[in-house]
C-alpha cells in the first residue's frame, strides 16, 4: 500500500492501513511469488472478506520483486 502511495496511485482505506477494512485488496496478475506471506491480520480480512487466491490486502503485504496488479476501482 505503501508503495502504491508513494507511486501516486490510490489505494482505497477506510482504516489508514490498520488491517481493519479490508478496501485496499488487489488483484494479483503476475507476481503473486514475489510477495511477502500472509500474516494473522490479513488471514483475518482474508477469511472475512472471501478473497480470491489471486487478491491480497495491500497493507499487509510486502513486495519483495516484480507484481502486476489490478484494483476494481482503477
Ligand atoms: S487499508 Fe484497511 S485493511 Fe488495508
Known sequence: ???LLNAGMPVASSCF???VCGKC?????KGLENLSAVNETEQFL????GLA?????????????DITIDATYW
Open 1 to 3: 500500500m505503501t508503495a
Open 17 to 19: 492501513g490498520d488491517g
Open 25 to 29: 485488496r488487489l488483484q494479483i496478475i
Open 46 to 49: 482474508r477469511d472475512r472478506y
Open 53 to 65: 487466491a489471486n487478491e491480497r490486502i495491500s497493507c499487509q503485504t510486502q513486495v519483495q520483486g
